[in-house]
């Protein structure tokens, strides 16, 4: 375990790395897995408002990405559980660990 400083807006942040797709993240590979981390990294950064815009851009993509994360079902390709699934994620546990993520940042931690 170490930590690593989370940049939302001027704030830093220290957390403690155990979240369930940095290791992931880390080892995208390419084509499709690749594809793959870059839209579960984008949820990551639109939900914890790291992401460029203004703010209220940020509060959009925000809700977005909370639906996103939030719609059950795999209905289609890149739907939250089927991304999880294909880079051998458990969906819950990452679905839980995001929304939680976003309320600390929310709460401006």
């Not at 930590?3 to 499709?32: C, D, F, H, M, N």
């Not at 870059?38 to 209220?56: E, F, N, S």
């Not at 795999?74 to 990452?94: I, K, T």
């Not at 679905?95 to 940042?105: D, G, M, S, V």
Request: hydrophobic share 40%; net charge positive.
């Amino acid at each position: 375990m170490h930590a690593e400083p989370i940049r939302s807006g001027r704030q830093v942040v220290e957390r403690t790395i155990e979240e369930p797709w940095l290791s992931v993240l880390k080892e995208r590979g390419s084509g499709e897995r690749a594809l793959l981390c870059a839209v579960l990294a984008d949820a990551v950064r639109c939900l914890t408002h790291t992401i460029g815009g203004t703010p209220k851009d940020q509060a959009r993509l925000a809700v977005q990405a909370r639906r996103w994360v939030m719609k059950r079902g795999e209905d289609w390709p890149y739907s939250f559980e089927n991304v999880c699934a294909a880079l051998g994620l458990h969906p819950r546990l990452v679905r839980r660990r995001l929304l939680a993520l976003a309320r600390e940042f929310e709460r401006g931690r």
